[in-house]
């Protein structure tokens, strides 16, 4: 007999988190990499047939038409570079546009046209589709990346090859003039190390304008040194590798055992104290009057040279910048002993990089044992990477200062081409000074395992870097050493971590470019990663607008989000409670999270390295790729489990 | 001990709501139902009385609102319970840029079928929907809607599956399609599927159903075997080849005196579909 069904009382409701979790579960432990991949070739094929590789002959297009209506003002020297750049600005814009249009319009697509019904109701799990849709994105940005690039690539050969006839023609001319300006001379002076002895000219005349300087990476980061005197002050940035060291001796040895020994700090903090350059830039508040907790944290060492004995701990400086520590510090797991030696202290920041600006001089550290008051010269040593592009040391009066050393690893007869290799010291110069006619600097370099030595001097100048040439002999067998010296009492000179290299060979570009393209390609690869998981909640209109939106914070306002979070409204107004402390740690927490939630394009950026790398030596290319490929990785794969949780709970039907 | 129930729903309620969360539309409001394995079960409604809402419940694309869903003793939304599904949606939403067999090979290869297996298994359900060699290497934006059903239903059928949802499966087919596709489904239930359907037809479900279900504004109104449901008590009917015109007046007057009423004595009328395949299957005899 037919049923007619009684009215029920209501279900309770449904529960949400468990099933959830389980899912979950359920979704990691059953993931098949082949049902991810027939998905993925699915979007593949589907992106392929919206005729995005038509998007390619168009960027081509637009590179030739970018060359020939761009003017230069050297073409052998300045058509190459700034035809990579022309070519890697459209190849990004090209594919950052592609990545955002692709990664966005994917899943809506489906959404809307419900043809994600016959993938919903098969054995795929939504971990499967998100990420067998930026499976796809990654190989279809892959395609159009470096097909776009090897077209260029062949149309920078095709340039290439007219450049090196044009330097060919010009090199004979300057052969015939033998009153060529000294200035045109000065500006073809690099040197490549498979030729050295010629001129760059003569160079892309013989080897064609598309090589690529290679360079050791050193074994110990650059340290430049510097001492301040007893009246200029001298500003310590917080890396760990920045620190004022003063070296005391003779002291009291039976007042330290008697415990009557204290060390005083006297540090300056600037005027206004910098928050953030970005923030000052921007005439946002991110200046104060009174330092912040963060600024006046310093880390104090000690070190016994005699007995080696060795100490150290954090303090917190006064607001007037003053700290008085009893040494032997007290406490039980203080083993700091003092027999007689060298005492050396030493100060650095420990409020982080962007915190740390400490003034110091001379006199900046003291020490007072009864009535006794010892002073000591002050010397700082600043380890790359710096926060600032330069540092300038120098100018002290004396003719045979330290400025800065590094050191290279022993190098193997293979690693460097015929001819050798050479050290290269690009030095800054204030722009505003004369250049005095003695101005000189020192170049040192010791063979460690041989003794062997080379010292040569130059005479800065403003766009030219020294090339200390060095023999194969005198380059094998152990690691080398460089020490950049001033010979000159009043010249002041500018070092980055880049002023010291070891220029070893030189290889055909195409390898820079891939990397370039590489990079590129990574970071469409993260900013597709961000359209998927915005997809996922959102209309395809929406989600690429918010996806442009982030693409422009990530590039542009990234270091903005950083500095707030580390420096926020709320710090600057320095509220002493308790409550305001909480949230001023909220609102700390909550920009560190946005922070996190964009990929730091930064680490991609590798355009202009390349497009310097072509003729003039600059590139620091080695160590980038591998470091950019883990961030957009695993950005990536946080951006799609995202996605994925946000896809799983949304209901695909309607 | 009963076998699992093919589908099963407790209370089941479904609220669509706004984008700010507020109830907007009571599809469906406590629905009890289980459909038993082996059967052919047919879902009957008026437009939005919740047919296909019930549906997506039972496929996991939507989440009830209060109740439970179990399909194949598993939880609707388990992704494995797909396996052993098959659904041919109310249109085929299937990828314009494929042609038939690419479709038929990509869902092949998300339940894991690979190679020869793949191959046959196409190949076999290509005849079955009747796409000729031709039609297989188009794409399908070049396909009529009759085309698509049966390529939608070959996708639905792809892994062999033990319960089959079909909704509105013989919508935009002509009648020789339609009655090829009831074919199919009855010859389903032989092979030991459990088949629920629901269709706007209802002489399509009436053909083929077992039991059915009739919906209204979310809530179940009827619910038992196709026959039991249309059996009409208080009407007797009899039937008869030779009757006379004088036997015809005898047998209403008859009935009419002994209390009968409402007698009405008549030639029985076949049905538009029966007509309709009478005249094709003539033609093609000729």
Known sequence: ?654 | MEPTPAAETNRLVKVYTDFWGRPRVHALTGLDLVIHTGEIFGLLGPNGSGKTTTMKLLLGLLHPTRGTVKVLGRPADDVQKNREIGYLPEESYLYPFLTGEETLRFYGRLFGLRGRELDRRVSDLLDLVRLDVRARKRTLKEYSKGMSRRIGLAQALINDPKFVLLDEPTTGLDPVGTREIKDLIISMKAQGRTVLMSSHLLADVEDVCDRIAILVRGQMRELGSVKELLLVRDIMQLRARNVSPELTAAAGKLLADSGATDVEISHPRMTLEELFLRVIAEDRSN
């Open chain 1, 1 to 654: 007999m037919p049923t007619r069904p009684s009215p029920q009382p209501p279900a309770p409701p449904r529960p949400v988190l468990l099933p959830f979790l389980r899912g979950l579960a359920d979704d990691l432990l059953h993931f098949s990499p082949a049902r991810l991949w027939t998905v993925a070739r699915l979007a593949t094929s589907e992106a392929l047939r919206l005729r995005v590789l038509g998007l390619v002959l168009l960027g081509l297009v637009a590179v030739i038409l970018a060359d020939l209506s761009t003017r230069r003002f050297d073409p052998v020297f300045d058509t190459m570079p700034s035809l990579i750049h022309l070519a890697e600005i459209i190849i990004t814009v090209a594919t950052l546009a592609l990545a955002i249009f692709l990664s966005t319009y994917s899943l809506p697509r489906e959404l809307t046209s419900k043809t994600i019904f016959g993938l919903v109701t098969k054995p795929v799990s939504r971990l499967e589709i998100v990420g067998g849709k930026m499976l796809a994105l990654v190989v279809v940005l892959f395609i159009i990346t470096f097909s776009l690039g090897a077209l260029s690539w062949g149309y920078f050969e095709i340039r290439a090859r007219q450049i090196q006839s044009l330097a060919g023609r010009e090199w004979k001319l300057q052969q015939d003039n033998e009153n060529l300006p000294d200035l045109l001379r000065r500006e073809q002076s690099y040197r490549l190390p498979t030729d050295i002895g010629g001129s760059a000219l003569q160079h892309i005349a013989d080897f064609g304008p598309l090589q690529a300087a290679v360079y050791q990476t050193p074994s110990d980061p650059l340290t430049v040194v510097s001492f301040p005197s007893s009246t200029s002050t001298e500003w310590l940035t917080g890396y760990p590798g920045h620190r004022a060291n003063w070296g005391f001796d003779d002291l009291p040895v039976d007042d330290f055992a008697a415990g009557k020994v204290h060390v005083l700090f006297q540090v300056a903090f600037p005027e206004r104290v910098r928050q953030d350059e970005t923030l000052r830039f921007l005439g946002l508040p991110g200046v104060t009057d009174t330092p912040p907790e963060s600024a006046r944290q310093v880390e104090v060492r000690l070190h016994d040279e005699l007995s080696n004995s060795n100490w150290s701990d954090t303090f917190l400086l006064g607001p007037d910048g003053k700290l008085d520590l009893a040494i032997p510090p007290p406490g039980p797991n203080s083993r700091f002993t003092y027999s007689g030696g060298r005492l050396w202290i030493t100060l650095c920041g420990a409020g982080g990089p962007a915190a740390t600006r400490l003034g110091v001089r001379d006199d900046s550290c003291t020490i007072r044992s009864g009535d006794h008051t010892f002073s000591s010269p002050c010397g700082l040593r600043l380890v790359a990477p710096f926060n600032l592009n330069k540092y300038w040391v120098g100018g002290g009066g004396e003719t045979s200062l330290l400025l800065a050393r590094t050191r290279f690893p022993a190098l193997s007869s293979g690693r460097f081409g015929p001819a050798g290799a050479a050290v290269q010291v690009d030095v800054a110069l204030p722009s505003a000074t004369n250049i005095p006619p003695d101005a000189r600097v020192g170049i040192t370099v010791v063979n460690e395992s041989s003794g062997q030595t080379k010292i040569a001097t130059f005479r800065p100048e403003r766009g030219a870097a020294a090339l200390v040439p060095l023999d194969r002999d005198f380059c094998s067998g152990g690691p080398l050493a460089v020490y950049v010296y001033s010979r000159s009492p009043a010249v002041e000179v500018g070092l980055a971590p880049e002023s010291i290299r070891l220029l070893v060979g030189d290889q055909p570009f195409f390898a820079n470019w891939a990397k370039d393209l590489a990079m590129i390609w990574l970071a469409a690869c993260a900013i597709a990663a961000i359209g998927v998981a915005l997809s996922t909640v959102a209309g395809w209109q929406v989600a690429s607008l918010m996806t442009a939106v982030l693409l422009l914070v990530a590039n542009v306002w990234l270091p903005i989000i950083h500095s707030v979070e580390r420096y926020g409204v709320l710090q600057s107004l320095h509220l002493g409670s308790a409550t305001s402390r909480q949230l001023s740690e909220a609102y700390k927490t909550l920009f560190g999270f946005l922070g996190l939630l964009l990929p730091d394009m930064a680490k991609l950026d590798y355009g202009n390295l390349v497009a310097s790398g072509v003729a003039a030596p600059l590139s620091a290319l080695t160590a980038l790729p591998a470091g950019a490929l883990w961030h957009v990785a695993l950005y990536s794969l946080a951006l799609v489990l995202l996605g994925y949780i946000f896809f799983r709970l949304r209901e695909v039907a309607r």
